[in-house]
């Protein structure tokens, strides 16, 4: 039986399918009206009910009960399917271990490694574009950012025919996954749209990733990267299986490849649709940069960038809508929510509630101008909040504002269309396509070549 809680129904219901149909349409819409129904608001996904978390002090207090509120509903259910039981995605009652298994990788001393691989290949990246030449922003800067991901994370040469495969094969399965968010696992054995697609992409993921796994252990090499720690850690006297290394490898490809590229894609648009924020990103670039790419020792001084990043985060969080579950009778402001209830939190909601940012559609980076946390906690949380708080969230911020500082640098971005694009609610929330002229800029950069050590 579908547990009842006390919390107010949204309206607009239809028979069977309840909101599937507005949260299919025009989801990020309806999700940001549900605070004038209450701080807690049901809505019906077919046969499940679900209850959307309103304000952001309640938001915070669930997320940091991160044993009642464990991982799961609609959203983990579903990402379980793609990724396993990786770190994003395993119950409270492992996810200390897993945290300590990755929490090395993102130590500190690690990010001026990882840095410098995302500065020579932004700048290869960047370099490669004609002059005057049309670009689709997204699966471009996807492409970038799944060739970060793959370099950071996996130093040794891997066959290069896969990335495109690979960059393709996460778009297909995050695309493909919204739909099935909404859809009750109940109706998984009839053959609905995009059903093939979303069973191929996943399984073809994990064949790739294991092909990794398999390379790895034949070379027997320790590359002192993401794959050999996982290869070689043993916990408890035992080392992790090969289905344990594959989820944690699929989980870092998938939470770290798409969402940085949607970043980077709202972030070109919206320097094309904002002329002034377009020249003073380039006015910063062109002070801060020594040859036309961003390194790690320049981001100390890219406040503006920085800024703009920031506001992207707010209005365009890529981690747009996520779900948990109430493992124990519990109560969440004055509602009773019994064991089972499935619960939907979201950044895209929280970041526009007009008493907390004013004019929330407004694109403003200068709100970020003298802070880079808002006032009170729980009011901005692109990355979550708690334990379950993104491990990446340095590496995004490092990776974008490289990306968006050497674009700026060296590139005039126009549109090539009075048309904006749609945010695309997919599992990561991105632009819909989204074409921009880019022309070289004739400044001090012109003439620079790819960053140090670059290759191509
Ligand atoms: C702009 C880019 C990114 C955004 C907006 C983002 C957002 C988030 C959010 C909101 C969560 C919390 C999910 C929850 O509470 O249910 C999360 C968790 C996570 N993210 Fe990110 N992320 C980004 C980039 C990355 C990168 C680059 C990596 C890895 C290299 C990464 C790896 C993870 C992992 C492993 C978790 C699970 C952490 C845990 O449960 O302990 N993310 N991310």
Redesign the pocket.
């Known amino acids: 039986m579908t547990p009842s809680c006390t919390a107010l129904r949204a309206p607009g219901a239809v028979p069977v399918l309840g909101h599937i149909p507005r949260m299919l349409r025009d989801p990020c819409g309806f999700l940001s009206a549900l605070p004038a129904y209450g701080d807690l608001v049901q809505v019906k996904l077919g046969p499940v009910n679900a209850v959307v978390i309103c304000r952001p002090d309640l938001t915070r207090q669930m997320?940091l009960d991160h044993r009642t509120f464990d991982?799961g509903g609609p959203f983990f259910d579903r990402l379980r399917e793609v990724i396993g039981n990786?770190?994003?995605t395993c119950p409270y009652s492992d996810?200390r271990r897993q945290?300590g298994l990755?929490q090395p990788l993102f130590r500190p001393a690690r990010y001026p490694g990882y840095a410098a691989v995302m500065s020579q290949n932004i700048a290869t990246e960047v370099e490669a574009w004609g002059d005057g030449q049309v670009i689709d922003v997204l699966p471009t800067m996807h492409a970038m950012t799944t060739r970060i991901?793959l370099l950071t994370m996996f130093a040794a040469p891997l066959d290069s025919t896969l990335l495109a495969e690979l960059h393709h094969t996460i778009n297909d399965s995050l695309t493909s996954m919204y739909p099935r968010i909404l859809i009750p696992p109940q109706l998984d054995r009839l053959p609905l749209p995009g059903k093939r697609r979303y069973d191929r992409s996943r399984a073809r993921l994990r064949q790739i990733t294991e092909g990794f796994i398999a390379q790895y252990r034949q070379e027997g090499t320790d590359h002192h990267d993401l794959l050999s720690a996982l290869l070689t850690t043993s916990q408890d006297g035992r080392s992790l299986s090969d289905t344990e290394i594959c989820d944690q490898v699929v989980?870092?490809f998938v939470?770290?490849t798409d969402?940085?590229a949607a970043?980077l894609a709202w972030a070109v648009y919206l320097m094309a649709r904002h002329p002034d924020v377009q020249e003073r990103l380039q006015q910063e670039a062109d002070t801060v940069l020594t040859g036309g790419t961003a390194t790690w020792d320049d981001l100390p001084n890219l406040a503006y960038t920085r800024s703009v990043v920031t506001e992207i985060?707010r209005l365009y969080?890529?981690?747009w809508m996520?779900t948990r579950t109430v493992t124990t009778d519990t109560e969440l402001g004055g509602h009773h929510l019994p064991t089972g209830t499935a619960l939907v939190f979201s950044?895209y909601l929280l970041h526009r509630i007009p008493e907390i940012y004013p004019q929330p559609e407004r694109f403003d980076p200068d709100r970020w101008a003298d802070r880079h946390a808002p006032a009170s906690p729980g009011t901005f949380m692109?990355?979550?909040h708690g334990?379950?708080?993104?491990?990446?969230?340095t590496?995004?911020m490092t990776?974008?504002t490289l990306g968006l500082a050497t674009i700026a640098a060296r590139w005039n971005v126009r549109l090539t269309s009075d048309q904006a694009p749609r945010p695309l609610a997919r599992a990561i929330l991105a632009p819909s396509k989204t074409l921009l002229r880019f022309s070289r800029r004739t400044s001090k950069h012109t003439r620079t070549l790819p960053g140090p050590g670059a290759t191509g």
Request: proline share 8%.
């Open positions: 997320l991982k990786g770190l994003g996810h945290r990755l991901g989980t870092m939470a770290g969402t940085t970043v985060l969080p890529p981690g996520l950044s692109p990355f979550g334990a379950r708080k993104c491990i990446g969230d590496f995004a990776e974008d």
